[in-house]
């Protein structure tokens, strides 16, 4: 449905409503714009962190291997840990 048909939908439903359901459709179209509001301000906060991840090919490589190596510390203690 195209934005503009959906929006006479709406239109058309809101102005079919019971004087006591207008209440509960204000407070439904408040809560959707304070979520979607909090879901643009969650992924411009993960966005603005990840682009402080700008590493050089040689820190991601340092990075990794050190990864690789933590990991190989845990999985032998847990080993030892085991036996």
């Known amino acids: 449905m195209r934005e503009t048909t959906m929006r006479r939908s709406v239109i058309k439903e809101i102005n079919s409503a019971s004087d006591t359901m207008l209440s ?3 407070n439904l ?7 979607e509001k909090a879901d643009n ?5 993960i966005m603005r962190f990840a682009g402080c991840w700008e590493w050089t090919d040689e820190e ?17 203690s847990r080993r030892e840990r085991q036996v």
């Open 29 to 35: 179209i408040c809560n959707l714009k304070r979520r």
């Open 60 to 76: 991601m490589r340092e990075f990794l291997e050190e990864s690789k190596q933590q990991r190989r510390g845990l999985l032998f």
């Open 41 to 45: 301000t969650a992924s411009e906060d």
């Open 24 to 26: 509960d459709i204000y």
